[in-house]
């Protein structure tokens, strides 16, 4: 790359309850740049899980954080071409790339959900993910499972 890398833009943390995730997490669920209406979404789905939750004693944040935890894969495979053949090889991810993994495959996972409402199809997920199931959750497996399956070609790395 010829030119410098660009800077870091700096991210607010959201109104509610003061944090950067959350704010990470509202940007990528935005479409059509209505924030306003993606933090709606957000909102009502942690109060529908708030509801859900009311015998336990984490808070509905907390019950996020730990979903999101949850789906983070810590490993991903990489195409390499090494004389003519395509390898997969796995690779550590850096953390950067792990929150934004675990945050697209949580909202893409869930718009793909049936329900009425996205907060609906966005807390269902979080549940899932939480209990540690979901779509969301099996992509993580799935992914970490390739990694293993391919752990032979990993001297290949670049």
Aim: net charge positive.
């Amino acid at each position: 790359m010829r030119k410098s890398k660009p800077k870091k833009r700096i991210i607010l943390p959201d109104p509610k309850f003061n944090d950067v995730l959350v704010t990470r997490f509202v940007n990528d669920l935005m479409v059509d740049g209505k924030k306003n209406v993606a933090y709606d979404i957000f909102y009502d789905a942690l109060d529908m899980i708030g509801k859900k939750m009311k015998e336990s004693e984490v808070s509905p944040l907390e019950v996020w954080k730990k979903a999101l935890q949850n789906i983070t894969p810590q490993v991903e495979v990489r195409s390499r071409r090494v004389g003519g053949a395509t390898f997969q090889i796995p690779q550590e991810i850096r953390d950067s790339r792990k929150v934004s993994i675990s945050i697209k495959n949580m909202i893409s996972f869930s718009r793909k959900r049936s329900g009425r409402s996205m907060a609906e199809k966005l807390s269902a997920e979080i549940m899932a993910a939480y209990n540690e199931e979901g779509g969301a959750f099996k992509k993580k497996e799935d992914t970490h499972r390739m990694a293993d399956a391919n752990k032979a070609f990993s001297h290949f790395r670049f």
